[in-house]
T-cell receptor, first 116, second 113 residues
Framework: GAVVSQHPSRVICKSGTSVKIECRSLDFQATTMFWYRQFPKQSLMLMAT?????????EQGVEKDKFLINHASLTLSTLTVTSAHPEDSSFYIC????????????FGQGTRLTVV | GENVEQHPSTLSVQEGDSAVIKCTYS??????FPWYKQELGKRPQLIIDIRSNVGEKKDQRIAVTLNKTAKHFSLHITETQPEDSAVYFCAASIANTGNQFYFGTGTSLTVIP
């Protein structure tokens, strides 16, 4: 299957700082990528849809100014958690699909963010 | 967006028995329903999917059924093995509205040897 690479896999940051997470599609072009957040033993909650060359579409309740998404190329989307707080600690995972109609989603390895 | 519910949240079965996980969805426009398996600390991996023009699909020990009228779909694992132990997520997607996946709440399956 297709490969989606996410970095870093783990990051610890101080409260108030910003953290950038990268999501790359290694062997295909992804006009759309998706960012999810997963709490321990819970489901994948869709945060936003990242669109290449345009603004991201955020799900209801997700602060767009706090979770900045940039999709500058067909193979790279970034999620920046700004002014991080301990409650932002979570597992963040991206995904991408090849094509637009009824196709499998491929996931990155995920990023475990801990804000201290 | 779409609302996907999944039951049960935890499931324990004896090795060799069958396991069934059920999901319901709210948006009748959803037309693609994948199932993902996630092992601890790892990324979700697709195990089977079904499209809305099909009622059932099978791949070896895994099968998925879809009832569009009732808006529910189920995952069936037969002859379970310890390596089937993981968290399973169902999802629903609408092809023509952004293509997002909305996931169910997950089922933690434990297969007891």
């Amino acid at each position: 299957g297709a490969v989606v690479s996410q970095h870093p896999s783990r990051v610890i940051c101080k409260s108030g700082t910003s953290v950038k997470i990268e999501c790359r599609s290694l062997d295909f072009q992804a006009t759309t990528m998706f960012w999810y957040r997963q709490f321990p033993k819970q489901s994948l909650m869709l945060m936003a849809t990242s669109n290449e060359g345009s603004k991201a579409t955020y799900e209801q309740g997700v602060e767009k100014d706090k979770f900045l998404i940039n999709h500058a190329s067909l193979t790279l989307s970034t999620l920046t958690v700004t002014s991080a707080h301990p409650e932002d600690s979570s597992f963040y995972i991206c995904s991408a699909r090849i094509g637009r109609v009824n196709t499998e989603a491929f996931f990155g390895q995920g990023t475990r963010l801990t804000v201290v | 967006g779409e609302n996907v519910e999944q039951h049960p949240s935890t499931l324990s079965v004896q090795e060799g028995d069958s396991a069934v996980i059920k999901c319901t969805y709210s948006d009748s426009a959803s037309n693609y329903f994948p199932w993902y398996k996630q092992e601890l600390g790892k990324r979700p991996q697709l195990i089977i999917d079904i499209r809305s023009n099909v009622g059932e699909k099978k791949d070896q020990r895994i099968a998925v059924t879809l009832n569009k009228t009732a808006k529910h779909f189920s995952l069936h694992i037969t002859e379970t093995q310890p390596e089937d132990s993981a968290v399973y997520f169902c999802a629903a997607s609408i092809a023509n509205t952004g293509n997002q996946f909305y996931f169910g709440t997950g089922t933690s399956l434990t297969v007891i040897p």
